[in-house]
């Protein structure tokens, strides 16, 4: 046998081992998604709102999730909770306090406020309508859903790859306020991690945008996650919101959580 010979069946060879090993690389990545524990470890996001923009970054274990938002190195929101029994607290570290996001309950979550008292059931049925249409995202393959209701109209990219969310987790920015409870309910029945949320239709500085720009697995302390056990209670609940950052309250929101997040 020439040697020419030789050296294309040892590089077949090597071909056939690489794409056994990706295969079973893919195979494994998959058991994990469906056992619920593909994903330990921290989301990096980017958000324009209004023309301002922001810092988000997420850590998920299991149930347990960590949201900071920051502008520049300010800490404006600090917010942990569980996506199972859809608990969510506004954390102030450098205070040792903390203030339940949704205390009546999960379904408090479902009633967007208007005026006068208006209290309207979010029916998702009529509001999210289901696409096939699929894209990568920060490596990880995100489908669209397109959400109605309160608000702007929103296009949601979520990934099933990563776990479970809450969408108490999102950041209070004008335009996910105004959507708040759609986002809450959506993320209630609907399981899968945003990868990109963006007002449909709408682009230039002023348009709403929440994308991720980097996936990090890495471990996660369990206390990291959690309120810790001497931080004192506040009252409040659903009526008790904290002020959306912007221009007119960022003086304001920076003394009153100067905490100096940990980060990872």
Known sequence: MSSVSTSSLRLKH????????????NWATAQETE???????????????????????LWLKQDLWRAELRQGPTLYELRMGNSRDLTGFLVNEGGKAYRPLN???????????????????????????KSDKEVLIAGFTA????????????????????GTYSGLAIPLLKKTQEKAPVF????????GVPLLIEE???????????????????????SFLHVPEDFKLQGGGTRARPSVPGPGN?????????SGGRSR
């Open 14 to 25: 090597l071909l056939q081992i690489a794409i056994l090993s990706v295969v079973s690389l």
């Open 250 to 258: 960022g003086l304001r929101e920076g003394k009153e959580r100067r």
């Open 200 to 222: 449909s239709g709408k682009s230039g500085k002023k348009a709403f945008q929440f994308k991720a720009i980097a996936v990090t697995r890495m471990s996660v302390e369990d």
């Open 143 to 162: 489908r669209l859903d397109v959400l109605k209701g309160a608000g702007s109209k929103m296009d949601v990219w979520t990934s099933s790859e990563l």
């Open 35 to 57: 056992s619920g524990t593909a994903f330990e470890g921290r989301i990096d996001y980017e958000i324009s709102s209004e023309g301002s923009k922001w810092t988000y970054s």
């Open 103 to 129: 205390r009546r309950g999960p379904e408090e979550g479902d009633r967007p406020r208007g005026g006068d008292g208006d209290r309207r059931s979010v029916d998702l049925t009529k509001i999210v309508t």
């Open 184 to 191: 809450i309910a959506y993320f209630r029945e609907f399981q």
